[in-house]
Nanobody
């Protein structure tokens, strides 16, 4: 079993910055891709950014140039640096990870519990 715990959300004014962190804990062979998703009220959950174990990144068009995803494999942690925040960035942000387990090396996908980000205008 793997747990993903996010932190770093909060209330910030438009134009401000926040840094989200997500730590993976538990027993696993490896963590593959990790990512951040968000879900605003009344909207579907959407991908914000993802990063492979090889540090290849992918961003939603709406956050390109403002958000940066990174990871520290030694700490099993993924980060999301969010700059120039806008009110439309307000959402619950969820961490996601693809994990390879021990044994026959099955792969599983896990979600964190989410952290609220609120951007005031």
């Amino acid at each position: 079993q793997v747990q993903l715990v996010e932190s770093g959300g909060g209330l910030v004014q438009a134009g401000g910055s926040l840094r989200l962190s997500c730590v993976a804990s538990g027993s696993f062979f490896s963590i593959n891709a990790m990512g951040w998703y968000r879900q605003a009220p009344g909207k579907q959950r959407e991908l914000v950014a993802s990063i492979t174990s090889g540090i290849r990144t992918n961003y939603a068009d709406s956050v390109k140039g403002r958000f940066t995803i990174s990871r520290d494999n030694a700490k099993n942690t993924v980060y999301l640096q969010m700059n120039s925040l806008k009110p439309e960035d307000t959402a619950v942000y969820y961490c996601n990870a693809d994990v390879t387990a021990w044994g026959a090396r099955p792969q599983y996908n896990y979600w964190g519990q989410g952290t609220q980000v609120t951007v005031s205008s």
